[in-house]
């Protein structure tokens, strides 16, 4: 009898280890980085708190169906990341295969203290592996709280950002130079401009219009390094940096009106509307910044000049008011994933995304890849054949077809089990009335 039940313990534990495998569970997190390629949203970096570091690369797969609030994370590497690093900015390649890692807080992994002997990192995804480019040209120096795009010549655009020169009390001064890296020299080029230079500023967002177009959104500015404290960016006053005669402009929108605010998220439609959503106001504790009205706007870049709207139902099933969170769009959904949540002031959990439909302007809770690939948007994930991606996803069918094989013998060995320890109780109970059976009294041995 106790063979049985051993066998029963081992398959358990199998079962077990096979579902740590495949179905990670993350920690909660803000100012991470997201990023997708080949329908795989990848996940990394960030704030846990004060004294809590993570490394790991894990995803979520946009290949299938799942409900917000049932999702299944996979694990690529606990230890892959080079640094600790949050409040940076990650970059994907021209041709889907590279992510340009660069700036934030960062950390030595084994010794926890600020290292930013290296500002830039490169994950190669086809062979799953980090390291440290030779970077030649203009010396950039270390900043945070920035964000950056690439343009259709493999160039990214860095602009301004915070540089904490005091790590203790974290206190610095804003930037607003541009620095570009063309990532086919791997030179870095402090670009030189004097004509209508935007005002220092930080925690913004950007996106990259068709036309070449760079628009930032949002942040705090410094008008002076000698000011105390910095202000919130009128929201309405867009920045604009043409990339193709690399000037500044500047564009007042109209529309609905708008909460100034920072820590947002904003993403590019196919049709050229921005959708910002979430943030907080300006304060000079955590503990005193507020949530921000409203959650979610559009910007329309097709007017002249661009218009803020709200749409009628973006408060119907809306999220929670959050901050340092990331938005993704793929296809007709735009993901929220982590944040700090301004409601409860406790982190976004790890086992919920938020799903916003662009098409029907609408929160949802099902996410469906054949109802997105319907519609095709301007971060549409390019489709490729990556080596490293079939051997993961064939080990990932081979782990979960073996969990199917061990759970469908678990059955029938547990109705066989169950069958003989019946007729052996039957038999018992037959030849001695006395002993009084009760129905799963042997279920704490599976334990």
């Not at 030179?187 to 990259?208: E, K």
């Not at 109705?415 to 109970?429: G, P």
Request: charged residues 15%; neutral net charge; hydrophobic residues 35%.
């Amino acid at each position: 009898m106790h063979l049985p039940f051993n066998l029963l313990k081992f398959i358990f534990c199998i079962l077990l280890f096979i579902n740590l495998i495949l179905c990670y569970d993350p920690p909660k997190r803000r100012f991470h980085n997201s990023l997708i390629i080949d329908d795989r949203l990848l996940i990394f970096s960030g704030v846990l708190n004060a004294s809590t570091h993570t490394f790991e690369l894990f995803y979520l797969d946009l290949s299938t169906s799942f409900e917000n609030n049932k999702l299944t994370w996979t694990l690529i590497n606990e230890k892959s990341l080079p640094v600790y690093t949050s409040r940076s900015t990650a970059i994907l390649s021209l041709d889907n295969s590279t992510i340009y890692l660069y700036g934030g807080l960062m950390r030595n992994k084994d010794t926890y203290d600020y290292d930013f002997s290296n500002l830039v990192y490169t994950y190669n995804y086809p062979t799953s592996t980090w390291s440290t480019p030779k970077l030649g040209g203009d010396t950039v120096p270390i900043r945070q709280n920035i964000k950056g795009v690439i343009d259709n010549s493999g160039i990214i655009y860095i602009f301004g950002g915070y540089n904490a020169t005091n790590l203790t009390s974290n206190k610095g001064h804003l930037y607003n130079d541009m620095n570009i890296l063309n990532t086919v020299l791997n030179t870095w080029t402090t670009l030189s401009i004097s004509g209508n230079l935007p005002i220092r500023c930080a925690h913004y967002t950007v996106n990259i219009l068709p036309n070449g177009n760079i628009v930032y959104i949002g942040g705090v500015e410094d008008v002076s390094d000698y000011t105390v404290g910095f202000t919130l960016v009128n929201i309405n006053q867009i920045k604009l940096f043409d990339t193709n005669t690399y000037e500044w402009s500047q564009m007042n929108a109209t529309g609905d009106k708008i909460d100034s605010r920072l820590s947002f998220t904003s993403v590019l439609t196919p049709d050229g509307y921005i959708i910002i959503f979430g943030g907080s106001t300006y304060a000079t504790t955590n503990a005193d910044i507020s949530s921000v009205n409203p959650k979610l706007a559009m910007l329309n870049t097709n007017k002249n000049p661009f218009e803020w709207s709200i749409p009628s139902n973006s408060e119907v099933n809306s999220p929670p008011s959050i901050y340092g969170h990331t938005a993704n769009l793929y296809y007709d959904h735009m993901i929220i994933t982590f944040g700090f949540n301004l409601d409860t002031r406790l982190y976004s959990s790890s086992g919920q995304v938020y799903l916003y439909n662009i098409k029907s302007n609408e929160w949802v809770t099902t996410f469906s890849p054949t109802e997105n690939k319907s519609t095709t948007t301007t971060d549409k994930p390019i489709k490729t054949t990556l080596p490293a991606k079939k051997s993961k996803a064939l080990a990932i069918g081979l782990g979960t077809a073996i969990g199917v094989a061990v759970l469908i013998s678990f059955i029938f060995i547990a109705i066989f089990v169950f069958r003989r320890i019946k007729t052996k109780r039957a038999n018992q109970s037959w030849q001695n009335k006395d002993i009084l059976e009760i129905p799963g009294d042997n279920q704490n041995e599976l334990y």
